[in-house]
């Protein structure tokens, strides 16, 4: 390392909280699918900062439209109205067919205020009992950090010294319906799940699985929230992953590349029902539907659309599983994946999949390891068949490399 990257690190280690633990590269430009260090070295990215950058770094469109509104106006709190506002609801709920709009700015706000939504709609149009509601949820999953959130989830590393945490919350295997229309009772206000759990290492369900989900939701009165934070926007090779089944959400949680990687915009999407029961002063956020945010994420969706992103992920995401899934490696224990959300997972005896990381990045390959053993590969969706087949050749070689 260079005497700057060792200062970026070591300056990093004595001011920051230490809760990440970064492979070791200090990035400072981005360019589609590439990103570049401090000494010039150029990376093809395969995280997409974790599917926020699905539109590509920097993309020229949605900077535009973010410097314009930066020079016009960039926050007035919901106290007023803003002219960014109506047209962002407009536009999201034409190109996901949702009825009503609630902006918010991270994924995990997102997910708090649908929990909060589901309770409100729970007691007061269902008729659960007050302080009753029960939200089921599956084990492995990820829906963010917050101390809401964190109480639910199966991790201990989240959890650990976090609690005491708040109840009404029920944990069941993923990918299992039966198991979800045995824990479904009368208080049961919503099943939150993710359509793929990302960070759990790319499980997919099997094929069936939301058909059946949507049905029992249904037929007992429980909404179903899909968290699409990750699996959205395009990521699956589908607008929305749950299109993949041919099913709707009762609530959408959107995020990440809403706003293609500028700046921090999430959406909670759904019906009169469930939002509806939300009055002045019961819910907010100063930044929250801001005039910036708005505007970023119009041209954001726009791009997605336009540019045929969604589609590109398609294509590219089943040549890119293929070559990996031809890669004949006694480290690998597994390929899966759908659109451009891939993971490989190694045999326990293979190693630590940080190792493979850190020689991919030797390789000109930015990927992340999750679960001790699994690479994610999630480039943004403008990669292209000559780029998906130089990052195979370079997992090729990684992954057949003899580290002993």
Same mark, same amino acid.
């Given at each position: ?73 960039? @926050? ?70 917050? @101390? ?143 005039? @910036? ?112």
């Amino acid at each position: 390392m260079s005497s700057s990257v060792t200062d970026f690190l070591a300056t990093e280690a004595r001011f920051g909280a230490h809760n990440y633990a970064p492979i070791g590269v200090v990035l400072s430009r981005g360019e589609g699918v590439w990103v570049w260090d401090t000494e010039g070295n150029r990376y093809l990215d395969c995280l997409s900062a974790y599917s926020a950058v699905n539109q590509g770094h920097c993309h020229p469109k949605i900077l535009a439209a973010m410097v314009e509104q930066a020079h016009r106006l960039t @926050l007035t709190s919901r106290a007023f109205h803003n002219d960014q506002l109506a047209p962002f609801y407009e536009e999201i709920a034409a190109l996901t067919g949702s009825h009503k709009v609630l902006p918010m700015n991270s994924g995990a706000e997102a997910v708090e205020s649908a929990i909060k939504s589901v309770r409100k709609w729970g007691y007061e149009v269902k008729g659960v009992p007050d302080g009753q509601a029960e939200i089921i949820v599956c084990a492995d999953n990820f829906h963010g950090r917050t @101390l809401g959130i964190v109480g639910f989830s199966t991790d201990p590393e989240t959890r650990k010294h976090f609690g005491p945490f708040a109840p009404g919350f029920k944990i069941i295997p993923f990918g299992n319906a039966a198991a979800l229309e045995q824990a479904i009772t009368p208080t049961t206000v919503a099943f939150l799940v993710e359509p793929i759990q990302g960070e759990a290492g790319v499980i997919i369900p099997p094929a069936g699985y939301f058909t059946e989900v949507r049905e029992l939701c249904t037929a007992h009165n429980v909404m179903l929230v899909l968290d699409e934070i990750q699996t959205g926007l395009g990521r699956t090779g589908k607008l929305l992953a749950e299109q993949h089944e041919g099913i709707e959400a009762d609530v959408t949680l959107l995020g990440k590349a809403l706003s293609g990687g500028f700046y921090p915009v999430s959406a909670v999407l759904s019906n009169s029902d469930v939002l509806g029961t939300l009055r002045p002063g019961q819910h907010g956020s100063t930044f929250g539907g801001n005039p @910036l945010a708005c505007a970023v994420a119009r041209a954001a969706m726009r791009v997605l659309v336009e540019e045929g992103m969604i589609e590109n992920a398609a294509v590219q995401g089943a040549r890119f599983l293929e070559g990996l899934k031809d890669i004949r490696a006694n480290t690998i224990r597994d390929v899966r994946g759908r659109g451009l959300m891939l993971a490989v997972e190694l045999h326990p005896e293979a190693g630590p999949a940080r190792r493979y990381c850190e020689a991919l990045q030797g390789k000109g390959i930015l990927a992340k390891d999750t679960h001790e053993h699994t690479i994610r590969i999630a480039p943004p969706l403008v990669i292209t068949s000559d780029e998906v087949d130089w990052a195979l050749e370079q997992f090729a070689t990684t992954l057949t490399q003899d580290f002993s």
